[in-house]
């Protein structure tokens, strides 16, 4: 009987929409951050032990490839064969999600315990499969919650996570147990005293960093963030290269002017490689030894500028020098005029955005895939190998710091690692320099933000927290900002012409600059030093379970189902 099976199939997928909904509301920049601390109580319930999973796991796929898609539309503009693929995988979260769930509400596990092992293992899975993608998790909504979110400095991001997921599990268990007449259980009191313990004790923690770290943060160095807002297929018009770099050079005067130690310029904003080992085989007047003396005769004398722009490696092929390797590179000009002989190269690449999968295992797929990209040339980059720490110096004064270049905010083991070096010392500050100039769209003239710019600021507030720093944000269409250690996003500054509200600082008008004071931290926190030990533990747990419902798929006998 179709009809019926039509029915089944939608009546299984509306309580997962439901939960795709609040997950997706609670995110920047809607803000609607009580909506994560019930987004998954509708799938929970959904997942009934008696329905088919030949019906519920489609239903949650197609659920889940809309959620995807809608979510992640911003990748349109960077390739769509990349954004198509991309949703298409990170779908397949979805089905594997429920059968977890139907497996423990099968065996009647709490959910209070058993959510946040499955929601928040599938997050640390997603943060590392396929390069990992740490986004819309659900300790994000709660950016602007500071006191529920300090101890991150002790967890990580998906400390949160685990508690938002403990109070979805124990709405969901109440609610079973409402359906069938036994709410007054002593377990569920027993859950709600020992999650609102929790609760009450991370809240606690919040309240007290926030009121107790003055002795462990000074004032440093004055720094200046530039912003342009210029669209990528724009950017990428090798003959707007030299007025893009006047617009980097004004703004950065105005910068200096107002006191800035160091000027940041957004990624690879510079169009031209800028290594000296590659300028040294090409003539005077090409644009990129232009660009170069340039940036050396504007930094002379003014201060720090810390550039955006790629970097190659020469090899020879019969003699005559060749392109080998292509990098996105952060440079740093000193105010002696001179290059600082460190750089760095981004470590963590996007796929499809940096570089195309599957060129030497699939190069029929890579082929085609390349025809579809923006680019009609090779633009495969390679991945850098080395955590740089720069530094600046002015009066006598020292401070060093670490670039994370574009996406590299969203890594919290990258960012640990360039936060403390090899030999246990702590860098001052942290500077995120972006291109976010694909996820806009662009109409008339005028660039119109997306999600994505709000979402990114978000997520940095997270690094700063498990690390207890600063970080600078320069991007090219916003959104430009400091953040402190204590996750605060500065929504004012010393001298600017963006918006005194970081949040606004997107869209058509958001060309501008601002000069703040870096926030330093003394301490060197728990996640700093030991990195993600509950990541490790929730993604071996989350495998536990998805195995342990295989096998009894597999091998285990057919017993009742209870509600």
Same mark, same amino acid.
């Given at each position: ?374 680019? *009609? +040339?090779?633009?495969?980059?390679? $991945?850098?190998?080395?955590?740089? #720490?720069?530094?600046?110096?002015? !009066? @006598? ?94 929504? *004012? +500054?010393?001298?600017?012409?963006? $918006?005194?509200?970081?949040?606004? #600082?997107?869209?058509?008008?958001? !060309? @501008? ?51």
């Amino acid at each position: 009987m179709p009809e019926p099976k039509v029915k089944t199939f939608f009546g299984a997928a509306g309580l997962p929409a439901l939960s795709a909904c609040l997950l997706t509301i609670c995110q920047a920049p809607y803000d609607q951050a009580w909506a994560a601390w019930l987004a998954w109580v509708p799938f929970l319930l959904a997942c009934r032990p008696q329905l088919s999973l030949k019906v519920l796991l489609p239903a949650v796929y197609g659920i889940w490839l809309v959620y995807w898609l809608v979510n992640l539309c911003w990748l349109v503009g960077v390739t769509f064969p990349g954004y198509l693929a991309f949703c298409l995988v990170q779908a397949c979260y979805g089905p594997v999600l429920a059968f977890a769930v139907q497996f423990v509400r099968r065996k009647q596990w709490p959910l209070t315990l058993s959510a946040p092992l499955i929601m928040v293992g599938a997050e640390a899975w997603q943060s590392v499969l396929f390069t990992g993608f740490s986004w819309y998790f659900l300790a994000h909504s709660q950016y602007r919650n500071l006191s529920m979110i300090q101890s991150c400095d002790i967890f990580g991001q998906l400390g949160i996570s685990v508690l938002i997921a403990a109070v979805n599990g124990l709405a969901a268990d109440i609610l079973l147990d409402v359906f069938s007449n036994q709410f007054r259980r002593l377990a569920n009191f027993i859950k709600a005293a020992g999650v609102g313990l929790l609760l009450g004790l991370n809240w606690s923690y919040g309240i007290y960093q926030l009121n107790h770290a003055q002795p462990f943060l000074s004032d440093g160095p004055l720094v200046g963030a530039v912003q342009t807002n210029i669209p990528s297929h724009i950017k990428e018009l090798s003959e707007n290269g030299p007025a893009i770099l006047q617009t980097l050079l004004d703004l950065s005067e105005r910068c200096f002017r107002a006191g800035a130690w160091m000027a940041a310029w957004p990624e690879t904003m510079v169009l031209a490689s800028l290594n000296p080992d590659y300028l040294y085989y090409l003539p005077p007047e090409s644009t990129a030894r232009q660009f170069d003396r340039q940036i050396r005769q504007f930094a002379e004398g003014r201060g720090y500028l810390l550039v955006g722009a790629h970097a190659v490696r020469i090899s020879t092929s019969s003699g005559e020098p060749v392109v080998a390797d292509q990098y996105n590179t952060a440079f740093l000009y000193e105010p002696t005029g001179q290059q600082n002989p460190s750089r760095y190269d981004k470590m963590h690449l996007v796929p499809f955005g940096e570089y195309i999968p599957f060129r030497q295992t699939l190069p029929w797929l890579y082929g085609i895939i390349h025809r579809l990209s923006p680019y *009609d +040339y090779d633009y495969n980059l390679t $991945p850098g190998q080395k955590y740089t #720490r720069f530094s600046i110096e002015k !009066e @006598g004064r020292r401070y060093s710091f670490g670039v994370l270049i574009c996406y590299e905010d969203t890594d919290s083991t990258l960012c640990r690692k360039m936060v403390l070096d090899k030999e246990g010392k702590k860098a001052d500050f942290l500077v995120n320099i972006s291109n976010d100039g694909w996820y806009v769209r662009y109409k008339d003239g005028n660039v119109f933000p997306t999600v994505e710019q709000a979402q990114r600021m978000a997520i940095t507030v997270f690094r700063c927290i498990e690390n207890r720093i600063s970080i600078l944000r320069s991007v090219n269409t916003g959104i430009s900002c400091l953040i402190d250690p204590m996750g605060r996003i500065r929504d *004012d +500054y010393i001298a600017g012409s963006l $918006p005194k509200e970081s949040v606004f #600082r997107q869209g058509p008008q958001a !060309e @501008g600059w601002f000069v703040d004071r870096i926030v330093l931290d003394s301490r060197i926190s728990f996640f700093t030093r030991w990195g993600r030990r509950l990541d490790g533990l929730l993604g071996i747990a989350f495998l536990g379970i998805v195995s342990a419902a295989l096998a009894d798929k597999l091998f285990g006998r057919k017993k009742g189902n209870p509600v």
